[in-house]
């Protein structure tokens, strides 16, 4: 049964486990409105997960772990942009091994943090600071790339990185500022899972959701709109495996802990059945490497 107070919980809860999506799939969705293809989301995330956790830790600052978090995203995507954007190598495979050296780094850097826990961030109107930024990401990077020169210029080299360098945009500088942003932000949404979400640190804890926030940039069709959309839905799919039981549901735990997957697979299924659905704001230059002659 359904009460007043349950529902409350369900909603806070979903903001909640929205809002590191939110976070990480906007940086995302500017790195690849560039053109640059950034997989290593899941890897950056775990990073700026246990870097902000031991900063703050450590300080006794949630503000310094939160900004550490950011830097520490950036410097993993720093190496990123130096391999794909200055060497030249394959973006698919260049993210996926940043996923795996994230894992391992942060499982390194995590060891001496495991147990111990930190203050919740601060609750305001009964979300935290964390949620009413996210909203506010999202109306500021919709305006950016809608109503000003700079996201003209993103979505310019995005489409044709060609025309763009030919007519005097500097492509790569662009691009290697997208994709720090990118970093900077899916740090920030690592970060904020072990200081907010669950303030401890455990190994692993990002549990798949850098894919789903890669997921959810297709979802949105490369639309800030559709993205705060998508990362609310998968977010009330997640927190129903914990309020499921409570709202009389009698599904096994074990199902309910699989449905932010099969939604996201579902989803995705769906959308690509439509070619002109998925290519409808798609980059064209999408993953294609760029050398300026």
Not at 120 to 134: A, C, E, K, T
Request: with cysteine.
């Amino acid at each position: 049964m359904m009460t007043t107070e349950l529902l409350i919980a369900f909603l806070a809860s979903t903001a909640g486990a929205a809002t590191p999506l939110v976070v990480a799939s906007m940086g995302e969705l500017v790195t690849e409105r560039s053109g640059v293809l950034n997989l290593g989301l899941e890897g950056m995330m775990l990073v700026g997960a246990v870097v902000g956790f031991g900063v703050t830790l450590t300080s006794g600052s949630m503000t310094l772990g939160l900004l550490a978090a950011m830097a520490a995203g950036m410097l993993m995507s720093l190496v990123f942009g130096f391999l794909v954007l200055t060497l030249q190598t394959n973006q698919v495979a260049t993210g996926l091994a940043l996923t795996l050296f994230g894992i391992g780094v942060s499982a390194f850097l995590g060891r001496g943090y495991v147990g111990q826990t930190v203050e919740r961030m601060p609750i305001l109107f009964g979300f935290d600071g964390m949620v009413y930024f996210s909203i506010a990401l999202v109306l500021a990077i919709g305006w950016m790339l809608a109503r000003t020169r700079l996201g003209l210029v993103i979505r310019a080299v995005g489409e044709s990185p060609h025309s763009a360098h030919a007519i005097g945009f500097p492509v790569i500088g662009l691009r290697y500022g997208t994709v720090l942003f990118g970093g900077a932000m899916a740090g920030l949404g690592g970060a904020y899972l072990s200081l907010a979400l669950t303030p401890m640190w455990v190994e692993g804890m990002t549990a798949g959701r850098g894919w789903i926030a890669l997921a959810q940039v297709v979802f949105a069709t490369w639309k800030p709109r559709g993205v705060l959309i998508g990362a609310y839905l998968f977010g009330g799919v997640t927190v129903l495996q914990f309020h499921g039981q409570g709202m009389g549901l009698a599904i096994p735990a074990e199902f309910l802990s699989m449905l932010p997957y099969v939604a996201t697979i579902v989803v995705l299924v769906v959308i690509c059945r439509n070619p002109q659905t998925i290519l409808l704001n798609k980059p064209m230059s999408l993953g294609q490497n760029f050398k300026p002659d």
